[in-house]
């Protein structure tokens, strides 16, 4: 049934369409034939096109064109715009040439007939707007290419002469624009004869009785409707032309039985062509103006772009009168823009075909009626039966009364032996009916049943079979090519779920709609990239937020397409593996794992190696995806050195990894006992805990000295009305022997060792001998003038060393204090509460020293904050709190928590989301001249920070966004002048999903105004 099917759907409606035109024009007397058969199982009518008054429609081209005097033959081209009318009244804009000043353009072209041995001399005037045209003459070898052309209103002339005899083309030329005006119709045919009469070269092989000029071209409305912006390499014809014509409207080749005819060939179009003739044979005597030595006998012929083709075709003596032979393009693009005669029939024929016409020839026998079949509904599941719709005709076959018909189902018996049809009453021209119940289709499967349908006359003449192919569809979409993105996950990310619905093998009927069903449960329906196609993607968004209720291990995910019937196909079923553990520790080595650095380093690098395993919970594990490792302390996730695995590729459940580690990670570590830590990443996205391995380094000596601070620098200095300043000060163990472990810092005298407020390493961790230390040291509280800031450091056994000091300049701390809470008396301070906001002990956060704090419940996207106004607007403010996400889910998009408002206008702002990997992120943005300019993202731990923001109202404005007291970026020069501050929103306030959940917390608000802003500067 389905290499039947292929057959049908691939031949039925091409072959038994023409063949239908080539049989009845064996069959019937050539006088009576006036329209081809019709192939009633594709509703296509094939019709003898009727004579065309302005393209080529003789058979016998004229000997010769254009005029001669003495031996040069002068023709004249006019370049022009026009229009083409195409089948169902389509009209297209078009370039073409005429022959006569007042004449329309034509497509193709004027056709130019010289003898050889002649000069040809070609008047060229152009009057297109806007174009500057050349003519190209390919297989011309005597004419230089012409690079400039003749510009609008201008006239050029070529002269040349013909030597070879042959086909030739002639188009628009290589100026720039000469390729869109091949596409748009400036082209033609140029015919050199010999000086043999009735052959088409010097060689008498090459003789005929008739000739044809079949220049071949095709049309992209879209192109011609805009030829200067259309995007060329988007060129998709949808019209195929033989002279200029599609079917129906080409001309016919009349000719006689026993014929010989001359196809010239001309492929003007841009794509290949290849030409068939159905039910004779062609005989290829040259391409391109050039003789073949041997010609060769083909069915079809492929034409390129540009090429030209001659061929003899040899008409049987017996062929009898008014056959048609097909000539068209056996690509099968054989229709007109799509067209159907209604929205529930096939493609009506068109396109690059005509046929060759026997006007005489021998008598047909005697034959019986032509039947004519339809089947309904088509195509259709069964259920409720189906209609045969049959025309006995033998008005062209006898013109007798049809007395009886019969027809079969799959395969034609004898005559007589079909089932009969009833005769509603004897006539030339009967019209019938036969219903097959649904009961009978039950028992058929589902494919492609063919009914053939013949009459009897009263000359007890059995007629042509007809036949009509039905779909009875009785199976629904196989969901097929089904995949899930990620395939393995921790529900930490979406999944992409894609199939593909596909019905072209079980009734080809369009895909209209898939569902999808997880774990068995209720089907949710698939997105359709459309739904007038039988091969359809389909896909959906498996969201995070319902994955993360679902347990470890394997999910199967059922997907069903179904058709326009209503039939529903097998489910595919694919499974989605949801792993939440993440790999097993590993135990790593280290080769060599002593290293002696009391001299020279023994070794350029050591060797890293491990087998890290992903970890099996709940019947699942998950390939590798990635390893890696730290000397010292472990940083976030991802932030370590790779590890490669052995085999060079991370697909297996456990891997072999290794990294050869520079010496260069050890040379600096202090002596004593180090470890290197090891982590797996699995594809499900789930980090492992850490393996650990050590390794000695051995110094050769004993630390009694702590580290040394060399210098402090302090940015600002002198502040300049600046907020905070950035503390950095590099330290050092002496000689390397212990790490540093801790360092602090003081204002004035000195507290005593440990007593000091402590600094922070520059890359998080107190691990190195060497370290840089840091610190965002709040000013906005000190007094004007010099204050000396002093820095020390300890190692690991205790030692503390020297104090080193630098004098800080604080300048233009003036500010005025514009509201400042805590939250210990309610919300009573603030000028509106939107939404679910209060005050309650558990959001209370240490830093502040109150025990009450604000908290803000986010819930279906609905705001919850607090307002103040600031009725008078403010030009330079300053805002510092505390914010504890306190696990909520913000969902796919980050929202508000910060919002400044010049009335209904936001101006600045912080926002915060969930980060992919755990924990948050956090920014901060400006409107910059109307233009929303944003900090870089900044990673948060699941905790209370404090948050703080610096912004002020100037054509060269600034914006600061501080985090736990260091200013983590400062935007500058942005133009904030045009905005005043009216209003500010604290809380969830704006861009909420509406899936996000949970309790943020707040407290110690405390907002400003500055009397002035400086730009940082370092003063040395």
Same mark, same amino acid.
């Given at each position: ?80 715009? %026009? ?449 007038? !196609? ?100 472990? %940083? ?139 610190? !965002? ?95 008078? %607007? ?112 604290? %809380? ?33």
């Amino acid at each position: 049934m389905k290499e039947r099917t292929r057959t049908l759907h691939a031949l039925h409606g091409l072959v038994l369409g023409l063949a239908a035109v080539v049989v009845l024009g064996v069959l019937l007397s050539g006088a009576q034939i006036t329209a081809a058969s019709r192939a009633s199982s594709s509703g296509l009518n094939l019709v003898a096109p009727p004579a065309d008054a302005t393209g080529i429609r003789v058979t016998n081209l004229p000997q010769t064109t254009c005029t001669l005097v003495g031996s040069t033959r002068t023709c004249e081209l006019w370049a022009k715009a %026009g229009t083409i009318t195409l089948p169902q009244a389509v009209t297209v804009p078009i370039w073409g040439f005429a022959d006569d000043a007042a004449g329309p353009a034509q497509l193709p072209g004027p056709v130019l007939i010289a003898n050889a041995g002649e000069t040809l001399e070609l008047v060229l005037h152009n009057e297109l707007v806007s174009e500057t045209i050349a003519l190209a003459f390919p297989g011309q070898t005597d004419l230089l290419p012409d690079l400039v052309g003749v510009a609008t209103g201008a006239v050029v002339t070529y002269t040349f002469p013909v030597t070879n005899p042959g086909t030739y083309l002639y188009e628009a030329g290589l100026t720039y624009n000469g390729a869109r005006q091949v596409a748009m119709g400036l082209f033609g045919g140029m015919i050199v004869r010999p000086a043999a009469l009735g052959q088409a070269y010097e060689d008498p092989a090459t003789a005929y009785d008739d000739e044809m000029l079949l220049v071949l071209s095709e049309i992209d409305p879209r192109f011609n409707s805009d030829p200067y912006g259309f995007v060329m390499t988007e060129y998709s014809p949808r019209y195929w032309l033989i002279n200029g014509k599609a079917y129906p409207d080409a001309a016919e080749i009349d000719t006689a039985a026993g014929n010989t005819i001359l196809l010239r060939y001309i492929n003007a179009g841009l794509d290949t062509h290849w030409m068939g003739l159905m039910g004779l044979r062609q005989r290829i005597i040259a391409t391109d103006g050039q003789a073949k030595a041997l010609p060769r006998q083909v069915v079809a012929e492929t034409i390129a772009s540009g090429q030209t083709v001659d061929a003899l075709v040899s008409v049987p003596l017996s062929a009898v009168g008014a056959t048609r032979y097909a000539v068209y393009d056996t690509n099968m693009m054989l229709h007109n823009g799509g067209y159907r005669p209604a929205p529930s029939e096939p493609l009506a024929f068109g396109g690059m075909m005509t046929f060759i016409h026997t006007i005489t020839g021998t008598a047909p026998f005697e034959a019986g009626p032509v039947a004519r079949v339809q089947v309904a509904p088509n195509p259709t599941t069964g259920s409720s039966g189906v209609t045969l719709q049959v025309q006995l005709d033998d008005r062209l076959t006898g013109g007798l009364d049809i007395i009886a018909a019969e027809y079969f189902t799959d395969s034609i018996g004898p005559a007589g032996t079909g089932f009969p049809l009833t005769i509603p009453a004897a006539a030339p021209v009967v019209s019938l009916t036969e219903f097959i119940p649904a009961a009978t289709l039950a028992a058929w499967p589902s494919g492609y049943p063919i009914f053939y349908v013949r009459g009897l006359d009263a000359n007890s003449n059995w007629g042509f079979v007809g036949s009509a192919v039905l779909n009875l569809d009785k199976l629904g979409p196989s969901s097929i090519r089904m995949s899930l993105q990620p395939e393995w996950t921790n529900t930490t990310r979406d999944v992409t779920l894609r199939a593909t619905g596909d019905d072209h093998e079980t009734g080809n009927n369009n895909v209209v709609s898939g569902t999808y069903s997880l774990d068995g449960g209720l089907p949710q329906v698939l997105t359709l990239g459309r739904t007038d !196609v039988p091969i359809v993607g389909m896909q959906t968004t498996l969201l995070r937020t319902m994955l993360a209720g679902l347990p470890e291990g394997l999910h199967p995910i059922s997907v069903s397409a179904q058709d326009s019937l209503g039939n529903w196909g097998v489910p595919g079923v694919i499974t989605l593996t949801i792993d939440r553990t993440g790999p097993e520790a590993p135990i790593g080595t280290l080769s060599p794992n002593i290293l002696d650095l009391s001299g020279a380093p023994p070794v350029t690098h050591i060797r890293l190696a491990a087998v890290i395993t992903d970890g099996l919970s709940a019947g699942v594990r998950t390939p590798l995806a990635n390893a890696e490792a730290f000397v010292g302390a472990a %940083g976030p996730n991802g932030t370590g050195f790779s590890l490669f695995p052995k085999d060079g590729l991370f697909d297996e459940i456990s891997e072999q990894v290794y990294f050869d580690v520079p010496i260069a990670n050890f040379i600096f570590l202090a002596q004593g006992i180090h470890e290197v830590m090891i982590r797996g990443l699995d594809a499900a996205g789930n980090w492992g805990a850490l393996g650990t391995t050590t390794i000695v380094i051995d110094r050769g000596t004993t630390d009694t000295e702590g580290p040394i601070v060399s210098f402090i620098n302090l940015v600002p200095n002198p502040t300049g009305g600046a907020a905070s300043v950035t503390l950095t000060a590099p330290a050092a163990d002496p000689g390397r022997l212990s790490n540093v472990a801790a360092a602090e810092w003081f204002v004035g005298a000195d507290p005593g060792l440990g007593q000091g407020l402590p600094l922070d390493a520059a890359d998080g961790a107190f691990d190195s001998p060497a370290e840089l230390l840091t610190k !965002v040291i709040d000013v906005t509280g000190w007094r004007n003038g010099q204050h000396q800031v002093s820095v020390r450091a300890r190692d690991l056994l205790a030692n503390w060393g020297p104090v080193a000091s630098i004098r800080l300049a604080v300048e233009g701390n003036n500010e005025t204090l514009i509201l400042a809470d805590s939250f210990e008396a309610g919300l009573a301070e603030w000028s509106a509460v939107v939404g679910p906001v209060s005050t309650s002990p558990e959001a209370a956060i240490a830093p502040d020293g109150g025990v009450m704090g604000m908290q803000a419940v986010v819930s279906n996207g609905e705001p919850a904050y607090l307002s103040s106004l600031l009725p008078s %607007g403010e030009t330079r403010f300053l805002a510092s709190f505390y914010w504890d996400p306190n696990g909520t889910d913000t969902g796919s998009q980050a929202h508000d928590i910060l919002v400044g408002l010049n009335g209904g206008t936001p101006v600045f702002g912080i926002q915060a989301e969930s980060a992919a990997l755990g924990g948050y992120r956090l920014r901060g943005w400006v409107l910059d001249n109307g233009i929303a300019t944003y900090t870089g993202w900044f990673d948060l731990t699941d905790q209370a920070h404090a948050l703080a923001i610096l912004w002020n109202a100037s054509p060269k404005g600034l914006f600061s966004l501080t985090i736990d007291n260091v200013k983590v970026e400062e935007l500058t020069g942005v133009n904030t002048g045009a905005y005043v501050l009216h209003e500010i929103l604290l %809380g969830p306030s704006g861009n909420l999903d509406p899936i996000a959940s949970g309790i943020e917390y707040f407290d110690g608000w405390r907002a400003a105004r500055t009397v002035q802003m400086y730009l940082p500067t370092v003063r040395r």
